[in-house]
């Protein structure tokens, strides 16, 4: 059972930054993908950003050029380095774990831009 520990979040005025870490612990598998959703009130979760295994990182259209997804040399550790924030970017952030099994998401961290 793969374990996520989100922090990071909080408040910050638009144009600021923010940066989310998400460890994962008990992971057996070594393919994988590790990335970040966010729901916003009354909306659906959505992808904010996403890392594979050994491939590119992919982005939501509504943060290229914003963001930017790292990971530990352990590859048990994601990052989300988020820049010139905007209040449309208020949502909780999950940070999400995928194997060839199954999903894991952590417990969430909020997120809020003010304008």
């Given at each position: 059972q793969v374990q996520l520990?989100?922090?990071?979040?909080?408040?910050?005025?638009?144009?600021?930054?923010l940066r989310l870490s998400c460890r994962a612990s008990n992971i057996r598998l070594t393919a994988f993908?590790?990335?970040?959703?966010?729901?916003?009130?009354?909306?659906?979760?959505e992808l904010v950003a996403t890392l594979?295994?050994?491939?590119?990182?992919?982005y939501s259209d509504s943060v290229k050029g914003r963001f930017s997804i790292s990971r530990n040399k352990a590859a048990d550790t994601v990052?989300?380095?988020?820049?010139?924030?905007?209040?449309?970017?208020?949502a909780v952030y999950y940070c999400y774990h995928k194997n060839r099994v199954r999903d894991y998401w952590?417990?969430?961290t909020q997120?809020?831009?003010s304008s």
């Open positions: 520990v989100e922090s990071g979040g909080g408040s910050v005025e638009a144009g600021g930054s993908t590790m990335g970040w959703y966010r729901q916003a009130p009354g909306q659906e979760r594979a295994t050994a491939s590119s990182p992919n990052y989300l380095q988020m820049n010139s924030l905007r209040p449309e970017d208020t952590g417990q969430g997120v809020t831009v």
